[in-house]
């Protein structure tokens, strides 16, 4: 088998200039790690400055963890759903039907919140069978901060398929991007109080804030926090409208300059 050197730096160099046009491509090699290391930095440091003093780290971690699984996928279900349609080259006729996009919404969103509740219960039982732990232990209290969690997902997602039907294909990471963006400035492992002060403002001005705030203070108290589900609902309503009706907008511009493009 013969091998030349210069057939393969042809392939190194076809590479690297694709790169250079995608940079999303190429910021991923950033993003990634530098979202892990912020995570569980931050993470790390507030065991920490706390060492023995947080009752139940292990099972706050892992409700923390499943959790966000939640978010992740109400956001994925939404926007993997736009890019398949790109994918199969089917959206000109998806939409030349009588669908329309109000109804398209209703359907990804109530297909994602059945798969969503099956990850919840999925990701429970794994924990349950490999750590002994029961993150069902807060009982009815857990209902409506998941279902918050479901209408963030559901906000990420509109907000990503909305680049998405407007650039096409070059947005095509986002289903994967888009909710994780927000993890650390959520506290999904950590108190909100771990952040700095600049980060700490973001985080209050985000429903997530709120939702693993008022989980943590249910497995360390027992209590339902009322004032942390109220906040995570109302912002949760707000930006959910505000993410649907960007999707809706940027999708007539879209339709204007021609689906078939994408």
């Known amino acids: 088998m013969n091998i030349a050197l210069h057939r393969i730096w042809a392939v190194m160099l076809r590479n690297m200039l694709s790169e250079k046009r995608n940079l999303i491509r190429l910021t991923d090699a950033i993003y990634w790690p530098t979202m892990d290391i912020i995570l569980w930095g931050l993470t790390s440091t507030w065991m920490r400055n706390n060492q023995l003093q947080i009752p139940n780290i292990v099972l706050v971690i892992m409700s923390g963890l499943v959790m966000w699984q939640v978010v992740m996928r109400a956001n994925y279900e939404i926007s993997i759903s736009m890019m398949e349609e790109m994918w199969h080259k089917s959206l000109i006729n998806l939409f030349a039907s009588p669908l329309t996009v109000t109804e398209w919404v209703i359907g990804c969103m109530l297909n994602g919140l059945i798969k969503t509740i099956f990850v919840l219960f999925f990701g429970a039982g ?137």
């Open 126 to 262: 794994v924990v349950w069978l490999l750590y002994a732990l029961n993150i069902f232990t807060m009982g009815w209290m857990i209902i409506p901060f998941v279902f918050s969690l479901i209408m963030f997902g559901w906000t990420t997602g509109f907000l990503g398929s909305s680049l998405i039907i407007y650039y096409g294909q070059k947005a095509s990471n986002l289903p994967w991007v888009m909710a994780f963006l927000f993890t650390p400035v959520s506290g999904v492992y950590y108190p909100i109080a771990t952040l700095p002060g600049w980060a700490q403002k973001i985080a209050y001005a985000l429903p997530t804030a709120y939702i693993f705030e008022g989980m943590r203070s249910i497995i360390f108290t027992g209590q339902m926090p009322y004032r942390e589900l109220f906040i995570s609902f109302c912002l949760n309503v707000t930006y959910l409208i505000g993410s649907i009706s960007l999707f809706i907008f940027m999708f007539e511009r879209s339709r204007n300059r021609g689906l078939d493009r994408l």
